[in-house]
């Protein structure tokens, strides 16, 4: 056998490893779609995005187009974070990226450094006036409730009107003075009752529209940032 035959078998992939290496580009794929936090490793905000393409080691950061351009940069190794719906939990990477056009991000060498089940780190906590509208039930009408926290997948509400877990109802509230109102339509999951005849509401938001989405998730890193910057 020829030593040029032995060196390729040597360094053709064995099955263990080819199965090894399909496994995971799966794990990674669950991660389609998941909007992320892209930061320096020195810990300075790049811009939020939408993680898509994911394919072996490369995907594509889409860029929210309201967030901060960067500009005069070729590539960076960035630390990128996120919070997976399919397994509940925080999800840290590391990549290389490269700015492209139209405010899309190539990423490479893109690795999962760990996943965490720090999921208060994604929960934007509030004391904001808000409104609960329920269409039906003794309850229905618009009623006033304070705003306590809030994610991607639902909130913490507190009202002087009781409600019952299953109810469903249309939540209204300004997540920031310069933008316009946004409402969640939601569906109460928990109830405590609290002192003084008050209650806390847990709900998960049954539709939310793409604008909401972004937008919850830029306060939530943006709170997050302010805090640790305080530490």
């Given at each position: ?87 509940r939990k925080a ?121 909401d989405q972004e ?17």
């Amino acid at each position: 056998m020829k030593l040029f035959d032995i060196w390729r078998k040597r360094a053709e992939e064995t099955p263990a490893q080819k199965n090894e290496k399909a496994a995971e580009e799966e794990s990674l794929d669950i991660y389609s779609g998941m909007r992320v936090e892209v930061t320096t490793d020195a810990g300075q905000i790049l811009f939020v995005a939408k993680l898509m393409g994911l394919h072996g080691k490369k995907a594509e950061l889409h860029q929210y187009s309201e967030s901060e351009i960067v500009k005069d940069v070729e590539t960076i190794h960035a630390r990128i974070r996120g919070y997976s719906d399919y397994e509940r939990k925080a999800v840290y990477m590391e990549g290389i990226i490269t700015p492209g056009p139209k405010h899309i991000w190539q990423v490479e060498e893109l690795t999962i450094v760990r996943v965490g089940n720090d999921r208060a780190f994604f929960r934007l906590t509030t004391n904001l006036d808000a409104t609960a509208t329920m269409f039906s039930g003794l309850a229905m009408g618009e009623k006033p409730c304070k705003l306590l926290n809030i994610s991607v997948g639902g909130a913490s509400v507190s009202s002087e009107y009781r409600y019952h877990e299953g109810d469903k109802f249309l939540l209204k509230v300004r997540l920031l003075e310069d933008r316009p109102e946004s409402a969640m339509f939601s569906q109460i999951v928990r109830v405590v009752e609290k002192d003084e005849g008050k209650f806390e509401y847990g709900c998960r938001f049954l539709e939310l529209t793409e604008v909401d989405q972004e937008q919850i998730t830029r306060n939530i890193f943006a709170a997050q940032r302010q805090k640790r910057g305080r530490s």
